[in-house]
T-cell receptor
């Protein structure tokens, strides 16, 4: 089955630092890839997505590029803010057609941005 | 427009007890999925309901069961609770089965503690 591996946290940064969170995946075919964010006390929110190889998803200053060759979808942000403190999850859907929109998530990476 | 709502927000049970968690989908959505998120881990898919039937199921024992009502709301039932059932239970809603994961909206979750 599909699986996602992402770097373990916590990642502690100072404000305006560069953030990168590694994500690699194993999947049948070429599924869409997603990053979700979970702010303290809240549910998951879709942060960005990419639907095919070399696509770049972006949102709120975050970017991730779908790399088919390295089966990776690393999340990056040039200058983080304290408000970016959250847990970030890399995810991909089940690729079997009948599976609907079931998601497989990575273990999550906690990011703490200090002022 | 209310998003996905879940109740209760927190719950404490003892081993062997039974628990029922509730989810109301976002307005206009008719499909509900449930996920278990253990502390420090990514969400794991439990099952999905559509048209009052279980359509997909993850790798969870029969102690986990669910129901969907005609108004599309859903319940998750867990029998014979184990300590390992302690987790954040997330509900996600969407419209139909054909949409991709990006069409899912997550609720804030119910945090269950089993003592």
């Amino acid at each position: 089955g599909n699986s996602v591996t992402q770097m373990e946290g916590p990642v502690t940064l100072s404000e305006e630092a560069f953030l990168t969170i590694n994500c690699t995946y194993t999947a049948t075919g070429y599924p869409s890839l997603f990053w979700y964010v979970q702010y303290p006390g809240e549910g998951l929110q879709l942060l960005l997505k990419a639907t095919k190889a070399d696509d770049k998803g972006s949102n709120k200053g975050f970017e991730a590029t779908y790399r088919k060759e390295t089966t990776s979808f690393h999340l990056e942000k040039d200058s983080v803010q304290v408000s970016d403190s959250a847990v970030y999850f890399c995810a991909l859907p089940h690729t079997i057609k009948a599976a609907g929109n079931k998601l497989t998530f990575g273990g999550g990476t906690r990011v703490l941005v200090k002022p | 427009d209310a998003g996905v709502t879940q109740s209760p927000t927190h719950l404490i049970k003892t081993r062997g007890q039974q628990v029922t968690l509730r989810c109301s989908p976002k307005s206009g959505h008719d499909t509900v999925s449930w996920y278990q998120q253990a502390l420090g881990q990514g969400p794991q898919f439990i099952f999905q309901y559509y048209e009052e039937e279980e359509r997909q199921r993850g790798n969870f024992p029969d102690r986990f069961s669910g129901h969907q009502f005609p108004n599309y709301s859903s319940e998750l039932n867990v029998n014979a609770l184990l300590l390992g059932d302690s987790a954040l239970y997330l509900c996600a809603s969407s419209w139909g089965l054909a949409g991709g994961p990006e069409t899912q909206y997550f609720g804030p979750g119910t945090r269950l503690l089993v003592l």
